[in-house]
């Protein structure tokens, strides 16, 4: 067999992530070279891959046409999208890469179209019929007697929790929904937070679900995490995820408990979350799962077969080089 090369664009820090399916390749008896590609220079997957490149912006016009060539250059097998900024525009070109021979890890146009404006992602969730925080609207909160604080506003748009901002009286709410751009207002809940990692093949069927108790996050991203086999919440988020029309790959899907057993979702983003390896290393093997997939094959998985109550504790890790070596990067 040719060597399965894998690319994965906007790189950045997903060191873990990357090691992870530099374990699956071996562990698969599959030879294969890791690239990663990303607009900056210096991040710290250009050190730990094999080959590394710097392509344009996402919204380049040259963005697609880059990556093509970067395909043929290393021979790629799989692309693997790491950032949400250019998973629409790759779903358009999606059968471009694959008449290349190309296997690319992104869902349809319309479920990215649905994930990243949270005003349809609300919307799907009603038509889902799964409960979700209520949208409310300035107007109307301005104009009651009385209104219930906290409340919670963000970008319709945002991700990594950029912009989210709990208001706590009308004079914050006139200020933060005037500063933050296209700016969504919900009702405040209070609960546990979980983040579920979905496996979704290729026929639209969720293989796997992991919900990841958020004990603490760290500019957007969990920072201590623990694995919960919480029957409702994997049932719920499997219903969900399989009602996205043409979802492929990890789907990260958020959700509160409430109190007296309630949930309640609040996002999707149809792409690796940043506490995947706790998935991982509980026995969701999402990089291997993946791979043999683009291989055609079928693997084997229990949508629960993974160890509950394994907690990650994230801390920073250096990767350290020369001046030399940041000098000759692509």
């Known amino acids: 067999m040719d060597n399965f090369n894998i690319l994965f664009t906007s790189a950045g820090r997903r060191v873990a992530l990357i090691n992870s399916f530099r374990k699956a390749l071996t562990s698969l008896n599959l030879t294969g070279k890791i690239i990663v590609a990303d607009r900056q220079k210096n991040i710290p997957t250009g050190f730990i891959a094999d080959f590394y490149e710097t392509v344009p912006p996402v919204n380049s016009d040259r963005y697609i046409d880059c990556l093509q060539e970067i395909c043929k250059k290393y021979q790629i097998r799989l692309i693997v999208p790491l950032i949400d900024s250019e998973l629409y525009i790759l779903s358009l070109h999606k059968q471009l890469f694959a008449d290349m021979g190309v296997s690319l890890l992104v869902s349809s146009p319309i479920t990215n179209e649905i994930c990243f404006d949270k005003r349809n992602t609300y919307s799907f969730f009603k038509k889902s019929g799964v409960k979700t925080p209520e949208i409310l609207e300035i107007e109307t909160i301005m104009t009651q007697e009385t209104t219930s604080y906290p409340l919670m506003i963000k970008p319709a748009n945002g991700s990594c ?170």
């Open 161 to 330: 929790s950029v912009g989210v901002t709990k208001i706590n009286n009308q004079k914050e709410l006139v200020f933060f929904h005037d500063y933050i751009p296209n700016a969504l207002i919900q009702e405040f809940i209070v609960g546990q937070e979980f983040t579920n990692d979905v496996l979704v093949d290729r026929q639209g069927k969720v293989r796997c679900v992991v919900p990841r108790l958020r004990i603490a996050t760290r500019a957007g991203e969990v920072s201590k995490g623990m694995t919960v086999k919480n029957r409702a919440i994997i049932t719920t988020t499997k219903k969900v995820v399989e009602a996205l029309p043409g979802a492929f790959g990890c789907i990260t899907v958020q959700c509160f408990l409430l109190p007296k057993g309630e949930i309640k979702f609040i996002e999707i983003n149809p792409r690796f979350g940043g506490g995947i390896p706790l998935s991982i290393q509980a026995g969701a093997d999402f990089p291997r799962w993946i791979i043999e997939m683009s291989l055609n094959r079928d693997p084997q998985i229990v949508i629960d077969g993974w160890q509950e109550g394994v907690v990650m504790l994230r801390y920073d890790e250096s990767v350290f080089v020369t001046k030399e070596q940041t000098a000759n990067c692509n």
